[in-house]
T-cell receptor
Framework: ETGVTQSPTHLIKTRGQQVTLRCSSQSGHNTVSWYQQALGQGPQFIFQYYREEENGRGNFPPRFSGLQFPNYSSELNVNALELDDSALYLC?????????????FGSGTRLTVV | AQSVTQLDSQVPVFEEAPVELRCNYSSSVSVYLFWYVQYPNQGLQLLLKYLSGSTLVKSINGFEAEFNKSQTSFHLRKPSVHISDTAEYFCAVSGPIPNYGGATNKLIFGTGTLLAVQP
């Protein structure tokens, strides 16, 4: 059973650019959530996708957008990057109806905006 | 709205000593509580969870946490720590996502506690 994989592991972008982060969910999981973890902070919920539809969103601006594909993999897109977007971005997957049992997290993508 | 407070940003402890990492939560709905561990340059790993039933929950590597509803706490304990336990520990509560009818949930995390085990 494979876990959650994220790519790339590290990324450096310039302010104003756009970035796409990718996530492959754990086998059998159809729900994907994205979290932003700033340095020294706990993860903050960005949004969640279930069967290719966004079914939950946190307090993040619209320039944070996402997609989920038929194979339940997912992308996080961030437009017009700002310095404060520098963070570890974590993807988490869960099976249908089992969110309460704990999500499986990937190792994250470290984004640095300069 | 749900929230989680981890008052200790760092807890230094000597190897083989006991440790307690404190977590307090605020919630107006049924509570599901989690402890996650994050090793350097890695993602989060689920350590243990409380959903219902027995208020004392245990992990396979010797950690345990007790749900205390009256004190709104979910402290993490281990009777004897090892060097390999050095990591960041996050307490989290599962809460509904506003404006989504309560049908979906998100994790609300505390700011984390760094457990630094010294030889």
């Amino acid at each position: 059973e494979t876990g959650v994989t994220q790519s790339p592991t590290h990324l450096i972008k310039t302010r104003g650019q756009q970035v796409t982060l990718r996530c492959s969910s754990q086998s059998g999981h159809n729900t994907v959530s994205w979290y932003q973890q700033a340095l020294g902070q706990g993860p903050q919920f960005i949004f969640q996708y279930y069967r290719e539809e966004e079914n939950g969103r946190g307090n993040f601006p619209p320039r944070f957008s996402g997609l989920q594909f038929p194979n339940y993999s997912s992308e996080l897109n961030v437009n017009a990057l700002e310095l404060d977007d520098s963070a570890l971005y974590l993807c988490a997957s869960s099976a249908d109806g089992l969110q309460y049992y704990g999500y499986t997290f990937g190792s994250g993508t470290r984004l640095t905006v300069v | 709205a749900q929230s989680v407070t981890q008052l200790d940003s760092q807890v230094p402890v000597f190897e083989e000593a006991p440790v307690e990492l404190r977590c307090n939560y605020s919630s107006s709905v049924s509570v599901y509580l989690f402890w996650y561990v994050q090793y350097p340059n890695q993602g989060l790993q689920l350590l243990l969870k409380y959903l219902s039933g027995s208020t004392l929950v245990k992990s396979i590597n010797g950690f345990e946490a007790e749900f205390n509803k009256s004190q709104t706490s979910f402290h993490l304990r281990k009777p004897s720590v090892h060097i390999s336990d050095t990591a960041e520990y996050f307490c989290a509560v599962s809460g509904p996502i506003p404006n989504y009818g309560g049908a979906t949930n998100k994790l609300i995390f505390g700011t984390g506690t760094l457990l630094a085990v010294q030889p």
